[in-house]
C-alpha cells in the first residue's frame, strides 16, 4: 500500500505530470505508451464501452438483416488497342506507348459507361416500356404527372436510364487488356441479362462507329486532294512573284510553329514587348501590394505575418507576456522582476513596430522599381514601333500568300498520306474487342455481407466508446485512485486510507489497532520514518487544500501512532481560524497557540495531556485576528525550538492551503508537510493551487495521503485493504471492519 519512492524532495516549479509521463521516484523506467494505464481506464469505463459495442452490433444486425439482397453478375471482355490487320507495313499487331494506351484504355471505359450505350441497351432489351424492370430494380415507378403521352414516356425512360448507369460498374483488370462490366440487380436473371447486353451492344456500336467512318472516307479524300493540288501551285506563284516585285528578304524563313518570317527589328520588338509585359505585371502586382500595404493595418499585412523576425519576437513577446501574467499572481507590478519583464515586453513591441515598418518600405521600394523599369521599356518599344510598322506595311500581303502556301502543302501532304492508308487497310479491319466471359445468374447475393457489416460496425462502436472513454478521462478532474496522485500531481503516496463505514468515528477505529484504518496510519508512520534520512521529521504539518478532507484526523492519528512507539509526541492545533483537533481530543480551547505565538503564555502552562501516553496536546485557544501575522513572526521558530528540547515529534494540524497564507507560512518553518486529499472530493486543479503555494514558500512536502478512499465502488488493482490477521478471540469482532477493506 506504501510506495517506496519517498525520497523526500521538494516540490519542483513544475512537477505536474499526466498520465503516461513520468513521476518522481521512477528513474525515467516508466515507458511512455503504458499499457496498463489504458487497461485501467478500458476497465474504468468498461459500461460505455460495451454499451456502445454492443449498440453499434444491433443497429449492423438490424440494417443487414432489413437489406435487399443484391446480386451481381460480371462479363469480362478483351480491349485490344487496334484490331489485328491484313496488311500493315510494319507488323500486325501495332506498337503502342504506355501514355497512348492508359489514354486509349481510358477512353474505353468511359464509352462502356456512356449514356449512348445505356440507350443501346435499353433499346436492345426493351426496358423503357415495361415496369417490370423498374419494379425488379425495387424502384419507384413515376407518378402520372400532367403531359402527353410522349412527356411520360421520356421520364420513364430517363429513369431506366439513371436506373442502369447507378448500377452498372465497369472495373479494369489491372496490368491486363481485359475489363469486368458488372450489373446489380435484385434478380439475378436480371442482372447477368444486362451485364451480357453491355457487352453485346459494346461491340456492336464499335464495329457500327468503324464502318460509318470509312464508307465515305476515299471519296472525300479523292475530291479534296484535287482542289487542294491546284490551289497549292497557284499559291506558290503568286509568292514568288509578290516577292520578286517588293524586294522582300527575310533574314529567316517563316517559323513553323508562328506561319510568317521573322525580320531583326521584328525580333527585337518581339523580346522588349514580352519584357514590357512582364514588367507591367510585377508593376500592378508591386502596386497592388504597396496600396494593400499603405491602407491596411501594419501587422495585419500577410508579408508582416509571415516574416520569421516577427514570428520569433512574436513568440518570444507571448512567452514573456504569459511568464509575466504567471508570477503577476505571485508578485505586485512593482517588484523588480516584474519591471524587467514589462520592459522586456516593451522592448519586444518595439522590434516588432520596426521590423514591421522596414517591411512596408521594402514593399514600397519595390513598387517604385517595378515602375520606373516599365516606363524604360515602354520608351524603347516606342521606338521600335516605327520601324516594325514599315516592314509590316510592305510584307502584309507577302505572309498572306507565304500562309496560304503552308497551309496548302501541309493539307495536301496529309490527305495525300491518309488516301493512301485508306486504299491499303480500308474493309480489312477486325473487331478490336471480344467477350472473354459472359455473364451467367449468381448463386449468392454480393450484398450484404452480414459478417463484414457486423465487424465494421463493432469496430465503430468501439471506437465510438474508447473515444468516449477519453472524453470522460479528459473531463474528469477527480483524484480517485492512488495513481491518480502520483500521475497528475506527481506526489509520492505515503498512504492511501479507507473510508469508515458509516456510523464509525475515526477515534473509535483507531482505538482498534487491527482495524484496517489503523493499519493504514501504521503504513503513513512507517512512510514517514523513511521519508528522511534521519527517520520521520521533528516538526511535521499536516495540511490540505480545502477544509474537510481528512487532515485533521490524519494529524492525531500520525501522532499517536508516533507516541505508540515510544516517542514524546507534541499535537498542535494549528489551523487559528476554525480550530476543531480540540474536540477529537477532548480537552477545552481556553488557551493555546494564540497566546503562545503572541507571547502571552509559555510553552508548559499550555501544553494537556490526553488518554494516549507520551501524547501532549495544545489546542488553538481564542481566535486571533491576524492569524498569517502570528505564524509570519519569529516567535513560531522560537516555540519549534523549545518545543524539540522537550519532544520527539511535533505534530500540526495546519489550516487548508486555499484562501490563506497561513500554511504556506507553516510549510516553510517545518521540517516537513503531508498533503492530504480526499479520495472523489479533491479536484485536481484545487490540489495544484495548494501545492503550487506551498512550493512558493519552499515548504517541503514529505508526500501525500489519500483518505476517504473507498474500496467498494473503486475498481483499482495493486492495492490491497484487506488485514487477515487474526489475533487471538478477539479477531472475530473486528471481521467486519476487515470485511469493508477488501475489494
Not at 87 to 106: A, H, K, T, Y
Not at 417 to 424: H, L, N
Request: hydrophobic share 40%; net charge neutral; proline share 5%.
Amino acid at each position: 500500500m506504501v510506495h517506496n519512492n519517498l525520497n523526500g524532495s521538494r516540490v519542483g516549479a513544475d512537477p505536474w505530470t499526466v498520465p503516461g509521463a513520468q513521476s518522481p521516484g521512477n528513474n525515467g523506467s516508466q515507458p511512455v505508451f503504458d499499457v496498463s494505464e489504458y487497461w485501467r481506464l478500458a476497465i474504468k469505463y468498461r459500461l460505455p464501452i460495451l454499451g456502445s459495442l454492443l449498440a453499434a452490433i444491433v443497429v449492423g444486425l438490424a440494417a443487414t438483416l432489413l437489406m435487399t439482397p443484391i446480386y451481381v453478375s460480371s462479363v469480362t471482355l478483351q480491349i485490344d488497342r487496334e484490331a489485328a490487320r491484313v496488311l500493315n507495313v510494319d507488323e500486325v499487331q501495332p506498337r503502342e506507348s504506355m501514355i497512348q494506351g492508359e489514354e486509349f484504355f481510358q477512353t474505353q471505359y468511359g464509352l462502356l459507361r456512356s449514356r449512348s450505350l445505356a440507350e443501346r441497351v435499353v433499346d436492345s432489351l426493351g426496358l423503357a416500356s415495361s415496369d417490370a424492370f423498374l419494379n425488379q430494380m425495387g424502384v419507384d415507378l413515376p407518378r402520372r404527372e400532367e403531359g402527353s403521352a410522349a412527356q411520360q414516356a421520356a421520364r420513364r425512360r430517363e429513369l431506366v436510364l439513371e436506373t442502369i448507369k447507378e448500377n452498372l460498374g465497369v472495373s479494369p483488370v489491372r496490368g491486363s487488356r481485359l475489363v469486368t462490366v458488372t450489373f446489380e440487380s435484385p434478380d439475378p436473371q436480371l442482372a447477368s441479362r444486362i451485364a451480357n447486353a453491355f457487352a453485346e451492344n459494346f461491340i456492336q456500336s464499335n464495329l457500327d462507329r468503324k464502318y460509318e467512318s470509312s464508307s465515305y472516307a476515299r471519296q472525300f479524300l479523292e475530291e479534296r486532294i484535287a482542289q487542294t493540288k491546284a490551289r497549292l501551285e497557284e499559291s506558290e506563284r503568286a509568292l514568288v512573284a509578290y516577292a520578286a516585285n517588293q524586294q522582300i528578304i527575310n533574314l529567316r524563313e517563316a517559323d513553323s510553329s508562328r506561319g510568317e518570317a521573322q525580320s531583326l527589328a521584328g525580333m527585337n520588338l518581339s523580346t522588349l514587348n514580352s519584357a514590357l509585359a512582364e514588367a507591367r505585371s510585377e508593376r500592378i502586382a508591386a502596386e497592388a501590394k504597396w496600396r494593400q500595404a499603405s491602407s491596411a493595418a501594419l501587422m495585419t499585412l500577410p508579408e508582416v505575418l509571415q516574416n520569421p523576425a516577427i514570428q520569433r519576437l512574436t513568440e518570444e513577446r507571448a512567452r514573456v507576456q504569459a511568464e509575466y501574467e504567471e508570477k503577476l499572481q505571485i508578485f505586485q507590478p512593482a517588484f523588480p522582476q516584474m519591471i524587467q519583464l514589462k520592459a522586456r515586453i516593451d522592448e519586444l513591441d518595439a522590434q516588432i513596430q520596426a521590423v514591421a515598418s522596414g517591411i512596408r518600405g521594402s514593399i514600397r521600394g519595390q513598387y517604385t522599381v517595378a515602375l520606373d523599369e516599365e516606363r524604360e521599356l515602354q520608351a524603347q518599344v516606342e521606338r521600335l514601333k516605327g520601324d516594325v510598322l514599315d516592314l509590316r506595311d510592305r510584307s502584309v500581303q507577302y505572309n498572306i500568300l507565304m500562309r496560304e502556301v503552308d497551309t496548302s502543302r501541309t493539307l495536301y501532304d496529309g490527305l495525300l498520306q491518309r488516301y493512301k492508308e485508306v486504299g491499303i487497310t480500308g474493309g480489312v479491319a477486325a473487331n478490336n474487342i471480344s467477350i472473354v466471359d459472359r455473364a451467367i445468374p449468381a448463386d449468392e447475393p454480393s450484398k450484404p455481407r452480414l459478417l463484414v457489416n457486423l465487424a465494421l460496425a463493432a469496430l465503430l462502436g468501439l471506437g465510438l466508446g474508447v473515444l468516449a472513454a477519453f472524453i470522460m478521462e479528459a473531463l474528469d478532474e477527480t483524484l480517485a485512485t492512488p495513481d491518480d496522485v502520483e500521475s497528475k500531481l506527481g506526489l509520492p503516496l505515503l498512504a492511501v486510507i479507507p473510508l469508515l463505514d458509516k456510523g464509525v468515528t475515526p477515534q473509535e477505529a483507531l482505538k482498534d489497532v487491527r482495524s484496517n484504518f489503523s493499519e493504514a496510519y501504521y503504513s503513513l508512520r512507517t512512510a514517514l520514518q523513511f521519508s528522511t534520512p534521519n527517520g520521520a521529521p521533528a516538526n511535521l504539518l499536516v495540511t490540505s487544500s480545502r477544509p474537510a478532507e481528512g487532515k485533521s484526523t490524519t494529524a492525531y492519528a500520525t501522532a499517536v501512532n508516533l507516541a505508540r512507539l515510544g516517542r514524546r509526541v507534541l499535537l498542535a492545533d494549528g489551523d487559528l481560524r476554525n480550530p476543531s483537533m480540540h474536540r477529537v481530543v477532548g480537552v477545552e480551547n481556553d488557551a493555546g497557540m494564540s497566546n503562545l505565538l503572541s507571547g502571552g503564555a509559555e510553552l508548559g502552562s499550555l501544553v494537556k495531556p490526553t488518554g494516549q501516553d507520551g501524547l501532549d496536546f495544545i489546542p488553538c485557544g481564542p481566535l486571533p485576528p491576524n492569524p498569517a501575522e502570528l505564524w509570519g513572526g519569529d516567535r513560531l521558530k522560537r516555540v519549534l525550538e523549545e518545543a524539540a528540547g522537550v519532544y520527539d515529534h511535533v505534530v500540526i494540524d495546519g489550516p487548508p492551503v486555499l484562501g490563506f497564507a497561513d500554511a504556506p507560512l507553516l510549510a516553510s518553518a517545518v521540517g516537513g508537510t503531508v498533503f492530504v486529499l480526499e479520495a472523489k472530493g479533491t479536484r485536481r486543479a484545487q490540489a495544484r493551487g495548494a501545492l503550487r503555494r506551498l512550493a512558493v514558500g519552499n515548504g517541503h512536502i514529505l508526500g501525500a495521503v489519500l483518505s476517504k478512499f473507498n474500496t467498494k465502488t473503486v475498481q483499482y488493482g495493486g492495492y490491497d485493504y484487506a488485514y487477515d490477521y487474526h489475533y487471538g478471540p478477539g479477531s472475530a469482532a473486528s471481521g467486519k471492519g476487515r470485511k469493508a477493506g477488501k475489494r
